[in-house]
C-alpha cells in the first residue's frame, strides 16, 4: 500500500511537549519529565500518523501513551496532531523501537505494547528488519508487566502466521486470542490509519493479542 503525502504541520504548533528524539532526550528515557503521572503506561511501535494515539489517548485519559516512530517527519505529524487535540496523556519519541526498548526502557514498566500494522519487508533478504523477531520479542516481555497484553495486527497473513509462530516460542506469553472486528462509529473509528485504509479496501485484518504471564 503506498503512502498519500503528509499534510503541512502548522509552525506556529508548539511541540515541545508531545515530540521527542532518542537518544537526545535523555537515556535511559526519563519517562517521568515526558509522560508524568503514575497511570498505566501504554507503548506503541511504529505509530505513524498517531491515529491510536490519539483516539486511545482519549478513551483512556488516565492512562500514559508513548507511541515510538521512527520516521521523523512522521512522528511530528502524529505529535501535532496531539497537541491540537490538546491532549496531555500522549506524547511522540522519535527513534528506532528496538534501541528505545533495550537502552531505554526498564523492566515490567507497561501495561500494553501495541505493533500494528509493522512494515512487512517482503524481500526475503530483509526478513531480519521485521520487528516480530525473537530479540524484539524478547525486549516486549521484558518490558510488560505480568497480566500486560502485547497487541500485534496487521494485514498481511503471512507475517501474521510467522509472528504467531515467533510469540508461542516464547515461554513469557499466554497463547493467542483473536479480537473481533468492530463497527467503526465514525469515519476515523479505527485503530490505526492503516487499519481504516486496509478496511475501506475490503480486505482482511489479523488480529491478535497476548498476555504476558
Ligand atoms: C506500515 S506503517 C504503520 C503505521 C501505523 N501503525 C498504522 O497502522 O497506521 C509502519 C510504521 O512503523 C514505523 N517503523 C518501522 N520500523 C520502525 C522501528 N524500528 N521503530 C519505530 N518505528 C518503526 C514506520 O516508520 C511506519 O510509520
Given at each position: 500500500m503506498g503512502r498519500r503525502s503528509l499534510r503541512k504541520i502548522?509552525?506556529?504548533?508548539?511541540l515541545s511537549r508531545h515530540y521527542f528524539e532518542w537518544p537526545q532526550c535523555g537515556k535511559p528515557l526519563p519517562l517521568e519529565r515526558l509522560l508524568p503521572g503514575s497511570g498505566p503506561l501504554e507503548i506503541e511501535v511504529g505509530?505513524?500518523?498517531?491515529l491510536f494515539l490519539e483516539n486511545f489517548s482519549a478513551r483512556y485519559p488516565e492512562h500514559r501513551f508513548l507511541g515510538i516512530e521512527l520516521a521523523r517527519k512522521y512522528a511530528r505529524f502524529a505529535a501535532a496532531r496531539l497537541v491540537r487535540r490538546g491532549r496531555t496523556n500522549a506524547v511522540v519519541l522519535q527513534g528506532h523501537a528496538m534501541e528505545i526498548f533495550t537502552e531505554g526502557l526498564a523492566d515490567a514498566i507497561a501495561s500494553a505494547v501495541h505493533l500494528y500494522f509493522?512494515?512487512?519487508?517482503?524481500?526475503k533478504r530483509h526478513h531480519?528488519?521485521?520487528?516480530?523477531n525473537p530479540l524484539f520479542l524478547a525486549q516486549v516481555a521484558r518490558v510488560l508487566q505480568p497480566s500486560g497484553t502485547f497487541h500485534f495486527w496487521t494485514d498481511v497473513r503471512e507475517y501474521f502466521e510467522l509472528g504467531l509462530e515467533a510469540v508461542a516460542e516464547r515461554p513469557e506469553f499466554s497463547e493467542p486470542t483473536f479480537p473481533p472486528e468492530e463497527t467503526p462509529q465514525?469515519?476515523?473509528?479505527?485503530?490505526t490509519h492503516f487499519e481504516r485504509r486496509t478496511r475501506l479496501a475490503g480486505l482482511p485484518v489479523y488480529r491478535a493479542a497476548f498476555t504476558r504471564l
Open positions: 502548522d509552525p506556529e504548533l508548539d505509530s505513524g500518523k498517531g509493522p512494515d512487512p519487508w517482503w524481500k531480519k528488519r521485521r520487528m516480530m465514525h469515519d476515523l473509528d479505527y485503530r
